[in-house]
């Protein structure tokens, strides 16, 4: 049986493969990330050749370390694809992201690319979105006039992100309300509503985004859905 680490060091160098030469493509944040990025480091060894655009700064400090080719978003048509992990996933392919913050640049780069793959461990497959607290973006401005509204959405509990006990803030200086919804079955009006909130940057659900999710699991299979 396979470990977490494990786990999600098989699924990052299985994702791996994905990437063709030649190609660029968005490189997603987090601890599954991580062991892609690894495998695509010992890939560049090797020879392969590509351009990644990270979904934030950690992303892209590791990238650099490791020698891959960073592009300017802004000088891309569109990105090949993106992989990139998820703290929820459904059987419809509806995501929750932002666990580590990085929502924001996470779905402007997933926008951007013909192709999302998330890259996840079995403890991350939902029958329904809603248990992990939803993370949203907003601007430090009154954001407990939003966290108020989101409550009035039937949210439970809004919580300000702390990191470090301190405010944690988003590469693009804003704060993270973790919203405490329990279930949210109707995922895309849930989404709407929040956007619909002054205040609101961006929210960490993923709808009809992602085309492919590659699953680990501790027995050693690798899924694809
Ligand atoms: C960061 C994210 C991550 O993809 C998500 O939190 C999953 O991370 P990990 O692979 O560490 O569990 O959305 O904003």
Redesign the pocket.
């Known amino acids: 049986m396979f470990n977490s680490e494990e786990i999600?060091k098989r699924v990052g160098a299985y994702a791996a493969d994905y990437v063709q030469p030649g190609m660029t493509i968005g490189i997603?944040?987090?601890?599954?990330?991580y062991w892609l990025l690894q495998e695509l480091g010992n890939r560049i060894q090797q020879g392969l050749q590509f351009r990644a655009v990270p979904t934030?700064r950690q992303t892209q400090t590791l990238a650099t370390e490791l020698g891959i080719t960073i592009a300017d978003i802004n000088n891309i048509e569109e990105l090949a694809l993106t992989i990139?992990?998820?703290?929820e996933i459904d059987g419809s392919l509806q995501l929750i992201?932002?666990?580590?913050?990085?929502?924001l640049q996470?779905k402007i780069v997933a926008a951007a690319s013909k192709q999302l793959i998330i890259i996840?461990d079995e403890t991350?497959m939902v029958s329904q979105l809603g248990q992990f607290p939803l993370p949203v973006e907003v601007i430090p401005f009154g954001w407990k006039q939003v966290s108020k509204k989101i409550q009035q959405l039937g949210c439970r509990e809004v919580v300000l992100r702390q990191k470090n006990g301190e405010t944690f803030i988003s590469d693009h200086g804003h704060y993270i309300l973790d919203c405490h919804f329990s279930a949210i079955p109707h995922a895309s009006t849930v989404n709407q509503q929040l956007h619909d909130i002054p205040g609101v940057v961006e929210t960490?659900l993923f709808i009809n985004m992602a085309d492919m999710a590659i699953c680990g699991y501790a027995d050693g299979r690798i899924i694809t859905s």
């Open positions: 999600k997603g944040t987090g601890s599954t990330v934030s990139d992990g998820a703290d992201k932002g666990g580590g913050g990085a929502l996470e996840a991350k960490g």
